[in-house]
């Protein structure tokens, strides 16, 4: 192990390396290969050097690798547990990784050598928030803003916690006081815009088109502020406008991530292939017996927070947040296979041992979140139903609920909505159109190999006739009926997604009918719909008979 001293010493004789300080540099203009080409020849020649060894877990978090990451920041601090720079890179690695405990865990031994640390108090407060830790959260924003009250990144941080707690006004204000600070941080302005409950006026979209004109100007910031000012622009009832704004914050957004449709249809294809009753039956029985978790899944946008906001109202349902669990096993099932991503094949591979205990974990992985001790919670996570096979066979017992919402209103909600992260279908009306209609064909498939295990919530049902569709909800659940879920609004549990406002306001019709503006425009998401939209149980005549002309260009952004 390497003393305090020797440490200095190491980290003295780094900054007077030449080709450390080229790597440096190259990792300052974010040339990732010109510093790879530096860093893995030097410590091929010494593999002990925790400053090298830092830097390269640097360039591998930047590469999204945030597990090679987290291997060679622990290797570092095994030669040299008091690297404190590197803990915190540890503790990065690992919230980015979604395992936020032993992120807390890692900041506070910082903390403890180093208390009132901004940086790690920041990184905290936002571990904390993925465990519901949002009092502790909101105290540790407030103590850095009153030490440094000019930061407009832990002003926007500190806004998405009381959103999320339901102090909205207050939320208001701190969005607004980072927007002051930094007039084109493009993500303030698109979360103030977000907020269903709030309408920019007139002096907002002359702000954001004079943001939008500052150069320099990052591709983020200019994104967000696109679909800021395209929102602002719908609550003046421009639609032209607002939509040439849409299109190009997606359009940008499209650019930055490749996303490729084929990949999402073939996957479906690989599901239909593999999941069959034969399939199924040869597994009967095996999986984690609990029946504790109740999995809400669908399209985003389609009213399950809504679905997760009722059910959180029962006395014995928990709701937690959007976990990442299942995804992540997913992911893990299918990496490392010689011919590249083989899930959901891979299933086809698992006694009835590895299945249980894929289920085990998966309780044992969400326990955290569950802070109410209720005897059954809510994992609502929207893009879990690709999964619905891998959920079936290691919890045979847990509820799945379908979220449904008429295809043109979900789809363009999604095209309205930029996410932080995921859900590349949505930068694309075309893209997104093929992804719900590959939803739509798994979920028909899965209904047909698995009678009755999926229970469906069609949004316009549910707002016609709340209290049927509760009931039946309830009754599918095997919970008896509760009049406090019909009075879900008044429910002050936090809600982390974009509907947080929406599921604390009554049940209404506003989000019926938005895409009708943009109808002109709307032709791609048609064509990719295809016989989706005739064939939803709940379109209106005049929805079904909408214009089906060539489409208009997309207009440019004034």
Sequence with gaps: ????????????????????????????????????????????????????????????????????????????????????????????????????????????????AEPGHAGHQNLKAAALSRLGGYEEALALYAEVLARLPDQPKVWMSYGHVLKTVGRTDEGVAAYRRAIALAPTLGEAWWSLANLKTVRLGAEDAAALEAALAVEPLGVHDRLHLHFALARALEDAGEAERAFAHYAEGNRLRHAMIGYDAAEATAGVDRAVALFTPVFFAARQGQGSPAPDPIFILGMPRAGSTLVEQILASHPLVEGTMELPDVPLLARRLGAGRENGDLYPESLAGLDAGALRALGEEYLERTRVQRRERRPFFIDKMPNNWVHVGLIHLILPNARIVDARRHPLDCCFSNFRQHYARGQGFSYSLADMGRYYADYVRLMAHFEGVLPGRIHRVVHERLVDDPEGEVRALLAYLGLDFDPTCLRFHENPRAVRTASSEQVRRPLNRDGQGQWRPYESWLEPLKAALGPVIEAYPEAPAQWQTGNRGAAEPVPAPK
């Design 1 to 112: 192990m390497t003393t305090d001293a020797a440490l200095d010493e190491a980290l003295g004789a780094a900054k007077r390396d030449p080709a450390l300080l080229r790597a440096a540099g190259a990792l300052l203009d974010n040339d990732l290969a010109v510093a790879e080409a530096i860093l893995r020849p030097h410590l091929h020649r010494r593999p002990t050097d925790v400053a090298a060894i830092r830097m390269l877990a640097e360039l591998a978090g930047r590469l999204g690798r945030y597990a090679d990451a987290e291997a060679l920041l622990r290797r570092a601090l095994e030669l040299a547990p008091g690297f404190t720079a590197a803990r915190a890179n540890l503790a990065t690695a690992l919230y980015r990784q979604n395992r936020p405990a032993e992120a807390i865990a890692a900041l506070d031994a910082i903390l403890e």
